[in-house]
């Protein structure tokens, strides 16, 4: 499973943005596709996730503001990012597991100014 994100960039506290994450190889044989960020000097932590049959769990700290979406058809995963702020600048990484392995993509930059 091979994964490509994109979408980062700079955007103005309140702003929005939406990420990308499209996905190739043996997708069937995904259970989970996830968002993760890290911020300087921080851990990684999880976004959001969503699971094969479209149900969703956020982290704290983003519920009420971000969507985590898929296409299945087109194999891309999203991250719809409303009111942002500038705790949210980070790199963004999204990820795949099924039974056996751990996938990530490269990450893409999010910058908030505020």
């Known amino acids: 499973v091979q994964l490509q994100a994109s979408g980062g960039g700079l955007v103005q506290a309140g702003g929005s943005l939406r990420l990308s994450c499209v996905v190739s190889g043996d997708t069937l044989s995904i259970i989970y596709m996830n968002w993760y960020r890290q911020a300087p000097g921080k851990q990684r932590e999880l976004v959001g996730r969503?699971?094969?049959?479209?149900?969703?769990n956020y982290g704290d700290s983003v519920k009420g503001r971000f969507t985590v979406s898929r296409d299945n058809a087109k194999n891309i995963l999203y991250l719809q990012m409303d009111s942002l702020q500038s705790e949210d600048t980070a790199v963004y990484y999204c990820?795949?597991?099924?039974?056996?392995?751990?996938?990530w993509g490269q990450g893409t930059q999010v910058t908030v100014s505020s």
């Open positions: 969503i699971d094969s049959h479209g149900n969703t």
């Open positions: 990820n795949a597991r099924n039974r056996a392995y751990t996938f």
